[in-house]
Structures are given as structure tokens and as C-alpha cells.
């Protein structure tokens, strides 16, 4: 089985819209992370956002919000008010067990953005 | 700061030559990450290093691969003899892990990649 899924190949918005960017995980382990990078046609990996299975509160960065739901084991990245430079790859991580510190990544997500 | 900066940014060489890429992690972090990335597989990792030492190289292709890392601040990987299917994209990213505390992010900062091309 896959240890993250992201299951939007791709997705548009318009611009100043509010976007939800799907990852789902699987774990046995209670301590685990999530993270989410973005991946410009640039091509660096940048770090975006974090969130740690003992967190009670969603994590909130800026524009980016995690919408954690553990029962579900889903992590979705929430963009709100979009913009140009929103659009890229999005890739869902998820680092498992204590100090453990290597990443499994998702496939990806492609959001485009339109003015 | 500076960031994780890999050389070089871009690659071509013919199959059967030697390739070898460069890291500099970010000063201070003691792990070190190697992944590649290809349409077909996604973000693979090849090598991980905690404190110049490999801990994890069970994603190594092949023995054609290889990595070092002689000190906290250089790390290479390298290809020999080089073949058309290793054409990718090998990320270098860096992290400052501390103990075994699970609640710690450890988040890794990636360097701006080297694109590799085999011919």
C-alpha cells in the first residue's frame, strides 16, 4: 500500500479563490509528520508546512493551512486567497516513528492558478 | 544564510562516464539527504547521513552508486559508469535532527537539485 496519496493529478483555480489540495497517509505509528513542499517549474523543493501527529491545533503558515483529520488520515493543504505564483507542484510528506527523519512523498499534485 | 547548494545545476554527459554531483548542506545541520526524481518513480531517497556517517542506503540503485560524505559541510554522490536510465533529477537536502524526540519537525531544506542527463 501507498504511504501517501494524493489523488488530484492536477488542479486549477482562479485567482484570489480559496484551493484544497488532497493528501491522505497510512501509518501504524502514533508519532509521525506531515509535511508539505512546493515545487515550482523552477524545480527547488520549498518547504511549506508541518504537522505532528501529537498536534491538537491545525497548523497555519501565512496562506497555508493543514486541514489535519487523524481518524481519516488525511492532511489536506489548504491555499486560501491564490495567487499567480501559487501554481506548481505540491508534494505531501510524511516522516514516521521516533526521530526517524527520512521522507516518504506523495506523487504530487499540479495546481494552476488562473488570473 | 545560505542554503543547501548543489553543483552542478545541470548535467549532460554520455553513458559509461563518471558523474559526480556536490552538496553543501546548510552549516550546522547534521543530516544529509540524497533523493532523485523521475516522472515514472517520483522523489525516491538513495542515501540518508546523520553526523557525516550513512545510516540508511537501502536506496542505492546499484553499485554504480555511491556517496560520501568526508565532512559536515561536502557531500558527493557518485555515478560510475554512468547509464541513460539514470537521468534524473538528484535533490540534495540537509536537516538538524536532535535526539530521538518525535515531536521535533526536522524539517528538510532542499538544495535547487542537478538535473542529470545520460546520453
Not at chain 1, 504511504?3 to 484570489?16: A, L, N, R, S, W
Not at chain 1, 484551493?19 to 491522505?24: A, E, G
Not at chain 1, 526517524?100 to 504530487?108: A, I, P, V
Request: glycine residues 8%; proline residues 4%.
Amino acid at each position: 500500500a501507498q504511504k501517501i496519496t494524493q489523488t488530484q493529478p492536477g488542479m486549477f483555480v482562479q485567482e484570489k479563490e480559496a484551493v484544497t489540495l488532497d493528501c491522505t497517509y497510512d501509518t501504524s505509528d502514533q508519532s509521525y509528520g506531515l509535511f508539505w513542499y512546493k515545487q515550482p517549474s523552477s524545480g527547488e523543493m520549498i518547504f511549506l508546512i508541518y504537522q505532528g501527529s501529537y498536534d491538537e491545533q491545525n497548523a497555519t503558515e501565512g496562506r497555508y493551512s493543514l486541514n489535519f483529520q487523524k481518524a481519516r488520515k488525511s492532511a489536506n493543504l489548504v491555499i486560501s486567497a491564490s495567487q499567480l505564483g501559487d501554481s506548481a507542484m505540491y508534494f505531501c510528506a510524511m516522516r514516521e516513528g521516533e526521530g526517524y527523519s527520512t521522507l516518504t512523498f506523495g506523487k504530487g499534485t499540479m495546481l494552476l492558478v488562473s488570473p | 544564510d545560505a542554503g543547501v547548494i548543489q553543483s552542478p545545476r545541470h548535467e549532460v554527459t554520455e553513458m559509461g562516464q563518471e558523474v559526480t554531483l556536490r552538496c553543501k548542506p546548510i552549516s550546522g545541520h547534521n543530516s544529509l539527504f540524497w533523493y532523485r526524481q523521475t516522472m515514472m518513480r517520483g522523489l525516491e531517497l538513495l542515501i540518508y547521513f546523520n553526523n557525516n556517517v550513512p545510516i540508511d542506503d537501502s536506496g542505492m540503485p546499484e553499485d554504480r552508486f555511491s556517496a560520501k560524505m568526508p565532512n559536515a559541510s561536502f557531500s558527493t554522490l557518485k555515478i560510475q559508469p554512468s547509464e541513460p536510465r539514470d537521468s534524473a533529477v538528484y535533490f540534495c537536502a540537509s536537516s538538524l535532527v536532535l535526539g530521538s524526540d518525535s515531536l521535533r519537525k526536522n524539517i528538510q531544506y532542499f538544495g535547487a537539485g542537478t538535473r542529470l542527463s545520460v546520453l
